[in-house]
C-alpha cells in the first residue's frame, strides 16, 4: 500500500513538473500565434519578421505580398540614405560639418544668402536646416518642379540652422545629391559598391531627379528580408559577416537625439527615429504608410513591418495598431524567447 502510495506521488509529481516546464514553452508559442493573429487583423499589413540574436523566429506575409518582391518603403529610405553618408563620412569624402554653400556655389552666387550658406551636411542629417519643407504640403509642388535642388533651396528659412526640427524629403534628397557630387558616383553607385553588395541586397526601383540624382529619402524598393539586414547591421555597430561596412562611431552618433518632432512623440537622430516602447529604448527607420525597421538593443533584435500603401492618408491612423503590436505583442515575446 505504502508503495502503491509512493508510485502515485512520484508519478503525480512528474506530471506536475512536465506541466510546469511545458507551459512556459506552449506560452512562447502561443505568444507567437497570437501575435500573428493580432497582426492579420491589422488590415493594412503586409509583412512582419521577427528577429533576435541574428536568428530568424517569425516571417509571415499577409494577403497578396510576396517575400520576393522589393515593395516601396517611403522615407524609411532616408535612413538608408543617412547609412551611405556615414559610410561616405568614414571614407573622408565627406565632412558633417561641411556647408551647403560649398557644394552648391553655382546657386548661391546666383542667390546669395549667408544663412542658407551656412547650412551644414549636420543639419541636414538631423532636419534642423530650418527651410520650409517639401514635404507633406508641398511634396507635390516639389516632385513635379523643374529642379528639386533648387526648389528646396528657394524655400523660405522659418527656423534658424541648428534649431528646431523641419521635416522634409528635400532635404534628405540633398544628401544624396552631395554624396554623388563628393564621390563621383551616384548614389546608387556608391550604395551598391559599399552597401547593397556587402549585404547581399538587390534594389528594386529607385527614382531619379530631372537632373538625374538619385531620390535622397524616399521610393527605394527594397524586400523585407533586406530591410531586414539593414537593421542586423545597425544592431551590429556597423559590422556584417566581420566586415566594418559603417564606423561604430556612426552607428552610436545615428541613434542620438537631435531633435524632436512637432507631430508625433518621437525623437530624432541622424534620420533614425527613437522613443521608449514597452520599456525599451527602440530605434527605427519609419515610412509612410507603415514601413518600419525596430531595433531593440537591449533585447538584441530587429523587426521588420511593411504595410500596403494603397489606403495610407496624411492621418497616419496606421500608427497606433502597429505600435500596439510591437508593445503588447512583439516585445513581451521577445523578452520570453
Known amino acids: 500500500m505504502t508503495l502503491r ?8 509529481n ?25 497582426a492579420d487583423s491589422i488590415e493594412s499589413l503586409r509583412s512582419i519578421l521577427i528577429q533576435k540574436d541574428g536568428e530568424l523566429l517569425s516571417e509571415k506575409y499577409f494577403r497578396t505580398a510576396s517575400p520576393d518582391y522589393p515593395y516601396n ?19 573622408s569624402d565627406i565632412s558633417i560639418d561641411e556647408t551647403l554653400g ?46 528639386w535642388v533648387e526648389f528646396q533651396f528657394d524655400q523660405p528659412l522659418e527656423e534658424e540652422p541648428g534649431g528646431k526640427m523641419v521635416y522634409s524629403t528635400g532635404i534628405s534628397h540633398l544628401l544624396s545629391v552631395i554624396i554623388t557630387k ?3 558616383m551616384s548614389t546608387k553607385a556608391f550604395a551598391e559598391k559599399y552597401l547593397f553588395t556587402p549585404l547581399d541586397i538587390q534594389v528594386g526601383g529607385w527614382d531619379r531627379d530631372p537632373q538625374g540624382y538619385y531620390m535622397g529619402g524616399n521610393n527605394i524598393a527594397l524586400k523585407p528580408r533586406d530591410l531586414l539586414k539593414i537593421g542586423q547591421l545597425m544592431l551590429n555597430r556597423g559590422t556584417w559577416n566581420n566586415e566594418q561596412i559603417v564606423s561604430q562611431g556612426w552607428v552610436r552618433d545615428s541613434f542620438q537625439t537631435y531633435t524632436h ?4 512623440p518621437y525623437d530624432y537622430g541622424y534620420m533614425w527615429w527613437n522613443r521608449p516602447v514597452g520599456g525599451y529604448e ?16 537591449e533585447l538584441n533584435s530587429v523587426t521588420v513591418i511593411t504595410s500596403f500603401l494603397e489606403n495610407a492618408t496624411q492621418r497616419r491612423t496606421y500608427k497606433e495598431p502597429i505600435f500596439d503590436l510591437l508593445e503588447k505583442n512583439i516585445i513581451p515575446y521577445l523578452k520570453n524567447n
Request: proline content about 3%; cysteine-free.
Open 261 to 264: 518632432s512637432n507631430f508625433n
Open 282 to 297: 527602440v530605434y527605427f527607420a519609419w515610412g509612410f504608410g507603415g514601413q518600419y525597421i525596430f531595433i531593440i538593443p
Open 5 to 12: 502510495i509512493s508510485l502515485i506521488t512520484i508519478g503525480l
Open 102 to 147: 560649398g557644394y552648391f556655389p553655382e546657386y548661391f552666387a546666383s542667390n546669395p544668402n549667408s544663412r542658407k550658406e551656412s547650412i551644414t551636411i549636420r543639419n541636414l542629417l538631423s532636419m534642423q536646416s530650418g527651410l520650409e519643407t517639401t514635404s507633406f504640403y508641398n511634396y507635390r509642388r516639389w516632385v513635379i518642379s523643374d529642379n
Open 182 to 184: 563628393a564621390t563621383d
Open 73 to 91: 518603403i517611403k522615407s524609411a529610405s532616408k535612413s538608408i540614405i543617412s547609412l551611405l553618408v556615414g559610410i561616405a563620412v568614414d571614407k
Open 14 to 38: 512528474l506530471v506536475y513538473t512536465f506541466v510546469l516546464f511545458a507551459q512556459p514553452l506552449n506560452g512562447y508559442k502561443d505568444s507567437l500565434e497570437n501575435t500573428m493573429k493580432q
